[in-house]
């Protein structure tokens, strides 16, 4: 079965590269650093995924650039080349930023804060183009009732939200509250008991 493959010219076509060694190695480095800058610039919403949109956009975006990284070469052996550059790229970019703090705080971006004290922070929603209803969504996904449960909320450069809930929680300060207000009751109609025993 193998020769007669290798005789067919299959398996001699699968591994013969159409394009040089280097052009496979240098597409996929163009690419990357481009969707690095690009998805920088268009915000963290997109690595988020909060809506369909934004799953159609990345899964989009990877069959867009597909023909940019591969060109016309269908090998296996520029397949492997293109894998290799992207791994020893991603390898050598984050090698470098770990070794340089602030600038993968540059290009990473800093951390955004949309609830505070309990408040929306409408202008830093803006900014990351995240609706009320979005951000309740995201309330919703990590066991809250609603917003007004929530200390505080943060979403990270990479796209992940951190919560904080209100200490103590919503429905522990409403019981207490009413256990409270229960109190003050007792307390009022033990008074007027003791005012109707005394007139008597």
């Not at 293109?82 to 991603?90: E, P, R, S, T, V």
């Amino acid at each position: 079965m193998l020769p007669e493959l290798w005789n067919s010219k299959v398996l001699p076509d699968m591994f013969s590269l159409s394009l040089s060694v280097g052009e496979k190695m240098l597409r996929p480095v163009i690419v990357y650093l481009f969707l690095v800058i690009a998805l920088r610039i268009f915000g963290k919403r997109e690595l988020a995924q909060l809506n369909p949109f934004d799953l159609i956009v990345l899964l989009s975006l990877s069959n867009t650039v597909q023909n940019a990284i591969i060109g016309d070469d269908n090998s296996v052996t520029g397949g492997l080349v293109g894998a290799f550059a992207l791994l020893l790229i991603n390898y050598l970019v984050v090698r470098f930023l770990f070794k340089h703090r602030r600038l993968d705080q540059f290009i990473e971006g800093k951390p955004t804060i949309l609830i505070e004290n309990g408040l929306l922070r409408k202008k830093e929603m803006a900014k990351e183009l995240l609706t009320e209803s979005e951000l309740l969504t995201v309330v919703h996904r990590q066991g809250f009732s609603g917003l007004k449960d929530v200390e505080k909320c943060v979403i990270e450069p990479g796209g992940i939200f951190y919560l904080q809930g209100k200490e103590p929680p919503l429905s522990e300060q409403r019981y207490n509250e009413i256990s409270k207000a229960l109190g003050e009751i007792r307390s009022l109609m033990e008074e007027i008991k003791k005012e109707k025993s005394g007139d008597k």
